[in-house]
């Protein structure tokens, strides 16, 4: 049974800094697309960053191009989500997703972490 439990969110000021987790189990990280998604309150989820399996290579969206960083640690088959100079709009559930396609496709979400940027 594929799981995907994230954790690390939380309230901070703006400016702050989080880290969020993404513990994986019944799947391994480094054969999947593995990406952050947030979705704000009356907004559409949004694809916030992801890193390639294989490689890794990385992309962003522009809103947090240079404050946000994707990492994998495939000794942990965890994915992070460095979280630095945060905005109040940065405010939105978080939410893990793993994608693999082929011949078919596996797509697997976890149930998501509160972030709140306030003052």
């Known amino acids: 049974q594929v799981q995907l439990v994230e954790s690390g969110g939380g309230s901070v000021q703006p400016g702050g800094s989080l880290r969020l987790s993404c513990a994986a189990s019944?799947?391994?990280?480094?054969?999947?697309?593995m990406s952050w998604y947030r979705q704000g309150a009356g907004k559409e989820r949004e694809l916030v960053a992801r890193i390639s399996k294989g490689g890794g290579n990385t992309e962003y969206a522009d809103s947090v191009k240079g404050r946000f960083t994707i990492s994998r640690d495939n000794a942990k088959n965890t994915v992070y989500l460095q979280m630095n100079g945060l905005k109040p709009e940065d405010t939105a559930v978080y939410y893990c997703?793993?994608?693999?396609?082929?011949?078919?496709?596996?797509?697997?979400w976890g149930q998501g972490t509160q972030v709140t940027v306030s003052s």
């Open positions: 997703n793993a994608d693999w396609q082929e011949s078919y496709r596996l797509n697997y």
């Open positions: 019944g799947l391994t990280v480094s054969w999947y697309d």
